[in-house]
């Protein structure tokens, strides 16, 4: 799908299936029209009451399917190639294009049989944390529940490059996420994790007494979790947006919280 031939001719297949070209005039004129009954909106099963119609257009459907629903009514906007995004002025990419150097900071973490699973950082400006002399956090969690919290530099100029040091005490797994976890939302851990704006609080999900809590992130000790309870089921998603948190549980809930 991202060789150059398909990726440039894939709208017109889009404008056919889900596009402009689905009904109407401009679907006439590409040959793209099908049987009434096929198209949503065009068959009220439910209020049929004739026996015989009902099974015919249920057999019609069932034998000849039904074209999806039309999601586009203007033409799809061709894709463009690397040049062309390249020539944009003023967009990231530009900028990230003709950055003189870029320079980066590797560290391992995890393993292949514990991998990492989430990566939260704080959201404080470069500018200010070199004028402070003070980093910040970049969190990251392993699939085991350990996490680590390691001191993070955004900043990719000559003076202060890109810098990361790793949290010595992962190693020895002395802060974990609280728990237990629901065994069925383990595979999902990714989707029950969050970190605040500023780097200092890690909030958890997917617990197993249907809370979530927030434990303090620091560099010195392990601080005691605040839970909070209102779900009646297993949290399975969490969501932080700002000043507010979104919880999803397993029973269709959804719960929102003003941090």
Known sequence: LECVYVSSHLLEWIDLIFGYKQRGEEAIKALNVYHYTSYEGMVDLDNEEDPKKRRALEAQISNFGQTPRQIFTEPQPKRMNFSEAASLRGSTLLHILKAPALKANAIQIGTDDNPVVFVG?????????????????????????????????????????????????????????????APFVVSNLPSLLALSPDGKTLFTGGLWDNSFRTGKVTHHEVEPDSVYYQHKDVITSLKLDGRYLATGARDTTVVLWKI
């Open 121 to 181: 950082v704080s959201g404080s400006q470069g500018n200010q944390v070199i004028e402070r002399g003070v980093m910040d956090n970049l969190v990251t969690v392993c699939r085991n529940g350990v996490y680590g919290i390691h001191n993070w530099l955004a900043r990719w100029t000559g003076a202060h490059p890109f810098y990361c040091e790793k949290d010595t005490q992962m190693e020895e797994g002395v802060r974990s996420i609280s728990g237990p976890i």
